[in-house]
């Protein structure tokens, strides 16, 4: 099974975070922010894994160090649950329409980080979440998981469509790339290692 439990506990955070690739349930977050529990929801839901997260967060100063760390935490577990990346696809690409948006995910597990986030959002906050933080949260889940994710929006009005659609478009781009194929043999690069 390729699952991992993270515990990571600062001044600021205090978060328990389970993942199972191989499994869709149970999906249970809980992080203080409404918004953001509700997308990490569609990220697991679409990405077809199982997620729980429970977080104790500094919420009276705001939620960028909630949102931020669980990012971390999440790339760490999804790192951890891949291993050697023997067999995966490593490469996963989905466009997600949401109304008038439509968002777009591509990625590598490449064991390399980096983010391209080109999405710009009119409103600032969405109940307790700052608008802002999506591009925190996938810069850390990103740079944690060591992935390569480009993230842009192709067009769209609604700041919280925009936002769905990334989320959607990033957990599906994620099944792709680690679903095991058995046409690969080993890791899927001519360097041997991922």
Same mark, same amino acid.
């Given at each position: 099974?390729?699952?991992?439990?993270?515990?990571?506990?600062?001044?600021?955070?205090? /978060? %328990? !975070?389970? *993942?199972?690739? &191989?499994?869709?349930?149970? =999906?249970?977050?809980?992080?203080? #922010?409404?918004?953001?529990?509700?997308?990490?929801?569609?990220?697991?839901?679409?990405?077809? /894994? %199982? !997620?729980? *997260?429970?977080? &104790?967060?500094?919420?009276? =100063?705001?939620?960028?160090?909630? #949102?931020?760390?669980?990012?971390?935490?999440?790339?760490?577990?999804?790192?951890?649950?891949?291993?050697?990346?023997?067999?995966?696809?490593?490469?996963?690409?989905?466009?997600?329409?949401?109304?008038?948006?439509?968002?777009?995910?591509?990625?590598?597990?490449?064991?390399?980080?980096?983010?391209?986030?080109?999405?710009?959002?009119?409103?600032?906050?969405?109940?307790?979440?700052?608008?802002?933080?999506?591009?925190?949260?996938?810069?850390?889940?990103?740079?944690?998981?060591?992935?390569?994710?480009?993230?842009?929006?192709?067009?769209?009005?609604?700041?919280?469509?925009?936002?769905?659609?990334?989320?959607?478009?990033?957990?599906?781009?994620?099944?792709?790339?680690?679903?095991?194929?058995?046409?690969?043999?080993?890791?899927?690069?001519?360097?041997?290692?991922?």
């Amino acid at each position: 099974m390729r699952n991992a439990t993270i515990k990571r506990d600062t001044f600021e955070t205090k /978060i %328990s !975070l389970k *993942v199972n690739l &191989d499994e869709q349930s149970p =999906v249970e977050i809980n992080t203080g #922010v409404g918004f953001f529990d509700h997308m990490l929801t569609l990220f697991a839901v679409h990405s077809r /894994i %199982s !997620l729980v *997260v429970e977080v &104790d967060g500094d919420l009276h =100063v705001d939620s960028h160090h909630t #949102v931020e760390d669980v990012g971390i935490a999440l790339g760490q577990a999804i790192r951890e649950s891949l291993g050697e990346k023997i067999g995966i696809n490593r490469y996963g690409t989905s466009f997600v329409p949401m109304d008038e948006t439509l968002g777009m995910a591509s990625l590598d597990l490449s064991g390399r980080s980096y983010l391209v986030f080109d999405a710009t959002f009119d409103n600032p906050k969405l109940g307790a979440f700052d608008t802002e933080l999506a591009e925190e949260f996938f810069q850390a889940l990103a740079f944690n998981l060591q992935m390569n994710l480009h993230l842009k929006i192709l067009h769209g009005k609604n700041t919280h469509h925009k936002i769905e659609s990334l989320f959607k478009a990033t957990g599906r781009a994620l099944r792709e790339a680690i679903t095991i194929n058995p046409e690969i043999k080993g890791v899927n690069s001519t360097k041997g290692v991922l």
